[in-house]
Nanobody
Framework: QVQLVESGGALVQPGGSLRLSCAAS????????MDWYRQSPGRQRELVAT???????NYADSVKGRFTISRDNAKNTVYLQMNSLKAEDTAVYYC?????????????WGQGTQVTVSS
């Protein structure tokens, strides 16, 4: 059984910063690309940032220059450093990862963590 657990969501003022974490646990051989998505009420889930197993990154235009995705392969953890937060960043943030298991490559979602940007 594989599990992804996010943490770090909170209420923060505009212009503030947060760091989200997502740790993978369970039985798997390796982790491929790891992603952060977000979803706000009435909107579709959108891809925020991606990091490959080799460390290459990609970002949505809306967060470029403000958010940084990173990973610690020894800890099976992906991070999202969010700076200069805006009200429109308010959403539930989810991590997603492809893990190689006995059943092959399996995609997994975390349960989500709420980020609220408000004064």
């Amino acid at each position: 059984q594989v599990q992804l657990v996010e943490s770090g969501g909170a209420l923060v003022q505009p212009g503030g910063s947060l760091r989200l974490s997502c740790a993978a646990s369970g039985s798997f051989f390796s982790i491929g690309a790891m992603d952060w998505y977000r979803q706000s009420p009435g909107r579709q889930r959108e891809l925020v940032a991606t990091i490959t197993s080799g460390g290459s990154t990609n970002y949505a235009d809306s967060v470029k220059g403000r958010f940084t995705i990173s990973r610690d392969n020894a800890k099976n953890t992906v991070y999202l450093q969010m700076n200069s937060l805006k009200a429109e960043d308010t959403a539930v943030y989810y991590c997603y990862a492809n893990l190689r298991t006995n059943q092959g490559l399996v995609g997994n979602w975390g349960q989500g963590t709420q980020v609220t940007v408000s004064s």
